[in-house]
């Protein structure tokens, strides 16, 4: 079941940075935060993932708090393509059989 | 990253007629894959663990009867909604587990219409 609170939607100016909030405060020590975003009648596509440190790859960066009890991700300069639903999961390890179970997400609209 | 082929893209049927959604993972092995189902405007559900060469685990409240998951080898599950009604109408969508585990691939999904 879904552990993770977003917002359900959120406007980003084009070319701004997109820094979108999800609050996990149940989560537990072996617990991983992990991003995803689904643009409209796709399959959702892997943005980033962590346990503790804030992570960063081509796509974004994720910041934990260090009570891990939130995170935010960041999209440096949005683009209209990153339009979508963002996803914030909490997953209870990373072996095969570890479940993702996703929340309500958030619209991130990217306007001109 | 990992490719997950999924197929058909959509497809319309009648009620009470069987439906198979193919799942593919194309240059890796997925010994896991998970099946989820999405209504319009809403979240991803997941419906099942599909595990090669064994049987699927469901979640609560999901019909093992009615969607039929078969693992037969590492690269294909299968999904198969049997008898489908118009509130089997909804866009179901595969994944699979890859890069050791740490990450789960999605296919393109299949739109699925009951009339």
């Known amino acids: 079941d879904a552990k993770t609170t977003q917002p359900p939607s959120m406007d980003c100016a084009e070319g701004r940075a997109a820094n979108l909030p999800c609050n996990h405060s149940?989560?537990?020590?072996?617990?991983?935060v992990y991003w995803y975003r689904q643009i409209h009648s796709q399959g959702p596509q892997y943005i980033i993932h962590?346990?503790?440190n804030n992570e960063t790859n081509e796509m974004a960066s994720l910041i934990i708090t260090e009570d891990r009890k939130s995170s935010t991700l960041i999209l440096p300069h949005a683009t209209l393509r990153d339009t979508a639903v963002y996803y914030c999961?909490?997953?209870?390890?990373?072996?095969?059989?570890?479940?993702?179970?996703f929340g309500s997400g958030t619209k991130l609209n990217v306007k001109p | 990253g990992a490719v997950v082929s999924q197929h058909p893209s959509w497809v319309i049927c009648k009620s009470g007629t069987s439906v198979k959604i193919e799942c593919r993972s194309l240059?890796?092995?997925?010994?896991?894959m998970f099946w989820y189902r999405q209504f319009p405007k809403q979240s991803l559900m997941l419906m099942a663990t599909?595990?090669?060469?064994?049987?699927?685990?469901?979640e609560q409240g999901v019909e093992k009867d009615k969607f039929l998951i078969n693992h037969a080898s590492l690269t294909l599950s299968t999904l198969t909604v049997t008898s489908a009604h118009p509130e089997d109408s909804s866009f179901y969508i595969c994944?699979?587990?890859?890069?050791?585990?740490?990450?789960?691939?999605f296919g393109s999904g299949t739109q699925l219409s009951v009339l």
């Open positions: 994944s699979a587990t890859a890069d050791r585990g740490e990450k789960l691939f």
């Open positions: 149940t989560i537990s020590g072996n617990e991983y």
């Open positions: 962590g346990l503790k």
């Open positions: 999961i909490v997953r209870a390890g990373l072996y095969n059989f570890n479940k993702f179970y």
């Open positions: 240059d890796f092995q997925a010994t896991t």
């Open positions: 599909s595990n090669e060469g064994s049987k699927a685990t469901y």
